[in-house]
């Protein structure tokens, strides 16, 4: 049982688990399964200034899904505390190339040299943190919504603005990956 | 029965239909699934960026795997929702709004936008708050950060293209 909860799920096991939000918080209260609206919400109720965009009322649109939120919070915790993931198994050929950009301590769920307080004041840090939230919260909200709302939630119900989303998250993500990253890790 | 009203409320699933507000007794179910959802991104380590990096660089189906079997999952779930006339446990009909097409753009640079930041901190939104427990306490900054992003959008919002 234990091995079960505490190991790293296989592919099929974690995909259709992570499905089965849509249809449990359809059938709890008719919500649709999306995290980035939250980002809104907390935007709403902490600083709406006198934003168009915030002037709906919070507690009535995404109090479900703040509290939701604070699950996952929680969740990560629980998880970490039965048992932290302590490599990721991740393909060689992955390994390979990050060690090429400077990338040496693979332990943990994202590279310490990368995500860590010091990092944030260096240009390397800063970008990738702070830069890289940024592009987060402004991508999702101009999209109107992310990989939840979008790639899961959007593509199960067959709308083509969640597919179009999707190739731009795929888009951006490349772009990413393949030119900025290298640039960024550059002489680490 | 009172016609939904519709919300101004368009950040992820546009324009939600908001028929009553959640009794406060069943936020104790959105809080248990939520512990249920942050457990099992962290199990199947979709909040690493280390398997975010391995996914942009095609290099593991490991992550296909994942978010495919969870569309498929999905699909189906919502096919047969739809073809029964299921109430949900809070007593509404169950239904997904759809978002409006318009232009397209919207979804097209915003996708775009956000992917850029997805392969940066290695996290979409659900991963970045659930890594906060997971040993990368830094990462609360970049949630700061989004947070500022969708303000920016906010602001930002009568100049930009949708």
């Known amino acids: 049982m234990n091995a079960l909860l505490y190991s790293d799920w296989p592919w099929y096991v974690a995909g259709p688990l992570i499905g089965l939000f849509v249809p449990a918080l359809l059938l709890l209260g008719n919500k649709v399964f999306g995290i980035s609206g939250n980002l809104s919400h907390l935007c709403a109720a902490i600083a709406p200034g006198k934003l168009e965009f915030f002037r709906y009322d919070w507690r009535k649109a995404g109090l479900w899904n703040l509290v939701f939120l604070l699950g996952v919070v929680l969740g990560g915790f629980i998880a970490f505390h039965g048992g932290p993931v302590q490599d990721i198994a ?22 310490h040299q990368l995500f860590n307080w010091h990092a944030l004041l260096t240009l390397r840090g800063f970008i990738l943190i702070v830069g890289g939230g940024f592009l987060v919260g402004f991508g999702t909200a101009y999209a109107a919504g992310c990989t939840s709302g979008h790639a899961i939630s959007g593509l199960a119900n067959f709308e083509l603005p969640s597919l179009i989303a999707v190739f731009g998250f795929f888009a951006g993500g490349l772009a990413a990956t393949w030119f900025i990253l290298p640039l960024i890790l550059g002489g680490l | 029965m009172t016609i939904p009203s519709v919300t101004a409320f368009d950040g992820c699933g546009a324009s939600i239909v908001e028929p009553k507000p959640v009794r406060p007794a069943f936020l104790v179910f959105y809080l248990v699934l939520g512990i249920a959802f942050g457990f099992v991104l962290s199990r199947s380590e979709v909040i690493s960026w280390f398997r975010i990096q391995e996914m942009f660089r095609f290099q593991s189906f490991r992550m296909y795997g994942i978010i495919g079997a969870a569309v498929v999952t999905a699909a189906l779930s919502v096919a047969i ?82």
């Open chain 1, 90 to 111: 991740i393909s060689p050929n992955t390994h390979a190339a990050l060690s090429r950009l400077g990338i040496h301590d693979f332990s943990g769920v994202a590279p």
């Open chain 2, 81 to 162: 929702l739809k073809r029964t006339s299921l109430k949900s446990a809070s007593g509404e009909p169950i239904s997904i709004p759809r978002r409006p097409l318009g232009s397209g753009i919207r979804y097209a640079l915003g996708g775009t936008i956000f992917g850029l930041g997805w392969a940066l901190t290695g996290a979409c939104p659900g991963p970045l708050f659930a890594l906060i427990g997971n040993g990368v306490p830094v990462i609360v900054v970049a949630i700061l950060a989004a947070l500022l992003g969708t303000w920016t959008y906010a602001w930002a919002r009568p100049h930009l293209p949708h």
